[in-house]
């Protein structure tokens, strides 16, 4: 059964089929119906985005030293946060791996919040989307490594610290980091899909105190899972550039 699409896929289908038809053609992968090649997931991370950018450019036009504004405070404690993290987890050169770390988090609360707003609904519902957040942070701590270490010490973690370990720790290091994606994609997603349809199914059933109390718990899982996938993200790069003995 196809899924009912909102109101800004409809708009993305009536105006822009043609370029996405023209994209998806030209990958090798034409649409299945080609009337209606954009869906729900992917115009609101495109929505996500664009709210995203627009709240940053009002935030750097009003940038101040003497005066913050509440939205200026509220970013900065934001990069504090993820910054305070960062630097816990990982013992040298944190800075520099600290604005993916702070991309990562808003783009994933963003996300997560936007499905609270009646008539919109959360990306990272869509398995699709989760996934390829943690495939990018998946390449992103094995590049991260491999840069700091070199590839020859960086691949010598997967061997472990005794050489007679090595046949036993290789398959084993291969397993864990293989299964890292699974695990950031499964997290996300089932914690999105099933606050959403909590939510959705309390609101259908009855109205005001019973809902909000659910939209509320919603916002706390939003809150929450973007602060759980960020902050494994930094472990797994703790874990790449840590120079051991």
């Known amino acids: 059964m196809p899924e009912a699409e909102l109101w800004t896929t409809v708009l993305f289908n009536r105006f822009l089929a ?13 649409a299945a119906d080609p009337a209606h090649p954009w869906s729900n997931w992917l115009t609101m991370e495109i929505l996500v985005v664009a709210i995203i950018l627009v709240l940053f450019a009002m935030l750097r036009s ?9 939205l200026q405070m509220t970013f900065e404690a934001v990069y504090n946060f993820i910054s ?7 013992d040298h050169n944190a800075g520099k791996y600290v604005s993916f770390f702070g991309t990562l988090f808003v783009f994933i609360l963003f996300m997560n919040l936007i499905g609270v707003i009646p ?11 989760p996934l390829a957040l943690a495939v990018s942070v998946f390449c992103y701590y094995h590049w991260m ?4 270490q070199g590839v020859g010490r960086y691949l010598a973690h997967f061997a472990g610290s005794i050489v007679w370990m090595a046949p036993i720790m290789v398959p084993i290091e291969l397993i864990s980091h293989l299964s890292r994606p ?10 999105m899909f099933a606050g959403e349809k909590v939510t959705v199914t309390f609101l259908a059933l009855t109205y005001l105190a019973v809902p909000a109390i659910f939209m509320g718990l919603h916002v706390f899982v939003a809150f929450l899972q973007a602060f759980i996938f960020s902050l494994l ?3 797994y790069v703790s874990g790449a550039v840590a120079h051991e003995h």
């Open 182 to 191: 699974l695990s950031l994609t499964v997290r996300l997603f089932a914690n």
């Open 62 to 70: 009003r940038l101040s030293v003497d005066k913050p504004g509440k």
């Open 84 to 90: 305070g993290q960062a630097h816990e987890g990982i």
């Open 145 to 148: 490594g491999l840069r700091e």
């Open 18 to 30: 043609a370029p996405a038809n023209a994209l998806l053609n030209a990958i090798g992968r034409p």
């Open 233 to 235: 993200a930094i472990i």
């Open 119 to 129: 008539g919109f609904e959360s990306p990272t519902m869509t398995p699709a989307v």
